[in-house]
């Protein structure tokens, strides 16, 4: 196991749609491990495998203790709306406002190969949409609204 450097905005990696993992085999599951520690060693809610320069259709997210990795990850469902601030690792100190789904249903596979399918409400949703973004090369900052630092944010609260 590796921890693995994140590629920030402007590298074209994060610009590029990643391919589909043909076979789910030990490589697959080494990148996968890697980018769970990378995401929990730089504080992250989610990573796709882009942000670590592998052009793989691979995401991971934690949240609530509950650990979510998607091979292949497919949106199947939405519904409703949200506009919540979120951020991402590969553009740091920047916030923005982003219309997501305020529920979602995904699926794909899991390192072991099964099939697995996940709901998310709120911020999971927005995770599972940020997350699935990276793989068709879309960042948050393209679709947000009030983007700002957030340096500037904790400075507003003061
Ligand atoms: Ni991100």
Request: proline letters at 4%; a negative charge.
């Amino acid at each position: 196991m590796a921890l693995r450097n994140i590629v920030t905005e402007g590298d074209d990696v994060l610009r590029k749609h990643a391919r589909e993992v043909l076979e789910i085999n030990d490589r697959i599951r080494d990148i996968t491990e890697d980018m769970v520690q990378t995401m929990r060693a730089e504080h992250g809610l989610g990573l796709a495998a882009p942000q670590v320069g592998i052009l793989r259709r691979i995401i991971v997210i934690e949240m609530d203790g509950q650990l979510y990795r998607l091979i292949n990850p497919e949106i199947v469902e939405t519904r409703g709306e949200q506009f919540e601030e979120e951020g991402c690792l590969s553009v740091p100190g920047m916030i923005g406002r982003v219309r997501r789904p305020q529920y979602v249903r995904i699926k794909g596979f899991s390192p072991e190969g099964n099939p697995v399918e996940y709901e998310g409400e709120g911020l999971l949703a927005v995770a599972f949409c940020h997350e699935c973004d990276h793989l068709d090369g879309i960042l948050f900052i393209d679709k947000a609204e009030q983007i700002h630092s957030a340096d500037q944010a904790a400075e507003d609260e003061e």
